[in-house]
């Protein structure tokens, strides 16, 4: 198994959590970027970087999963993406994102583009809580036990 991470927009405190359990449990861990990262030193971390464009990273990511990879995103579209190769999709804020809820957030992704672009202000997601970096570090946690007992 292998984590993919959509690294330009994930967050600085969400990677060190990933270095951190990329190491403990000794998976491979790739983030994706369209410009240089910066990686702890580690047999177990790398970044690739790819040339800027819409959904350049995003795309190189499915081209590379595999069945059961996780990717770490917010993006619904690459998500949904994830989950339809047979990888596993987990937002920043700590949801996983599967099979039975990807529909319900591409929707609503959907909705809220098609307001924005009537003009209506729906403004940005909120800055990243305490709350949501435990929810995300307890997340992958379970993730990866469960993964390590099968």
Same mark, same amino acid.
């Given at each position: *198994?292998?984590?993919? !991470?959509?690294?330009?927009?994930?967050? =600085? !405190?969400?990677?060190? #959590?990933?270095?951190?359990?990329?190491?403990?449990?000794?998976?491979? +861990?790739?983030?994706? =970027? &369209?410009?240089?990262?910066?990686?702890?030193?580690?047999?177990? #971390? %790398?970044? *690739?970087? !790819?040339?800027? @464009?819409?959904?350049?990273?995003?795309?190189? #990511?499915?081209?590379?999963?595999?069945?059961?990879?996780? !990717? #770490?995103?917010?993006?619904?579209?690459?998500?949904?993406?994830?989950?339809?190769? @047979?990888?596993? =999709?987990? &937002?920043?804020? @700590?949801?996983?994102?599967? %099979?039975?809820?990807?529909?319900? /957030?591409?929707? *609503?992704?959907?909705?809220?583009?098609?307001? /924005? &672009?009537?003009?209506? *202000?729906? @403004?940005?997601?909120?800055?990243?809580? +305490?709350?949501?970096?435990?929810?995300?570090? &307890?997340?992958?946690?379970?993730?990866?036990? /469960?993964?390590?007992?099968?």
């Amino acid at each position: *198994m292998q984590i993919w !991470v959509d690294a330009d927009a994930c967050p =600085a !405190v969400i990677k060190d #959590i990933l270095y951190r359990a990329a190491e403990r449990v000794k998976c491979p +861990l790739t983030l994706v =970027a &369209n410009h240089p990262l910066r990686t702890p030193p580690s047999p177990y #971390i %790398k970044s *690739m970087q !790819v040339p800027g @464009g819409f959904d350049v990273a995003d795309n190189r #990511i499915v081209e590379l999963l595999q069945t059961g990879d996780l !990717v #770490i995103t917010a993006d619904i579209p690459l998500a949904a993406a994830a989950i339809e190769k @047979g990888g596993h =999709a987990l &937002n920043p804020r @700590g949801e996983l994102y599967t %099979k039975d809820n990807i529909r319900e /957030r591409l929707t *609503m992704r959907n909705f809220m583009g098609e307001l /924005r &672009n009537t003009g209506v *202000m729906t @403004g940005g997601p909120a800055a990243l809580s +305490l709350s949501d970096r435990q929810a995300f570090a &307890n997340q992958l946690d379970r993730f990866l036990t /469960r993964l390590q007992k099968t």
